[in-house]
């Protein structure tokens, strides 16, 4: 419930009144249901929530490139791209904190915890870690290019 509030206050002979709005202290933010498409195989099959469309959360935060897609705000997606041709050492560091600030934005996610960050060739680290929600903890493995592709398909 939301409650108005009249300050007033005097000042050399003159009232100042200020509106003020007040939360009451018991409510707390409601997250919303996490409806979703079921996919399979590149397939919509049908609706899900919960676990199944907590799994497709995660997948496609980790997907998507922030700041490219209008249809997004500036909250979604993460920043991996920024380390493109970034030093190995920074870009490790740089990785892990990328990575838990994609995840965390979702307010379902309660924890993000990166278990190793392994340099698997010159341009290419591989982040793995855990992601506690709400519905449960998921593994998760993300791939990050640190210089420009070379595949031409």
Do not use: H, W
């Amino acid at each position: 419930m939301f409650l108005k509030r009249l300050e007033v206050t005097k000042m050399d002979d003159e009232l100042d009144l200020e509106v003020v709005d007040e939360v009451e202290d018991d409510l707390e933010e409601e997250t919303l249901p996490s409806r979703t498409y079921l996919v399979t195989n590149g397939r919509i099959r049908s609706m899900t929530d919960g676990r199944q469309a907590m799994v497709q959360a995660i997948d496609k935060i980790l997907r998507t490139e922030r700041f490219v897609y209008p249809i997004y705000d500036e909250d979604y997606g993460n920043d991996f791209t920024e380390l493109l041709g970034k030093d190995m050492d920074y870009a490790k560091v740089e990785a892990e904190r990328m990575l838990e600030e994609a995840l965390y934005a979702d307010d379902r996610v309660t924890d993000v915890a990166v278990d190793d960050i392994e340099q698997v060739d010159a341009t290419t680290l591989v982040v793995t870690g855990t992601v506690e929600t709400i519905f449960g903890t998921f593994p998760v493995e993300s791939e990050v290019a640190l210089g420009e592709s070379t595949d031409t398909n």
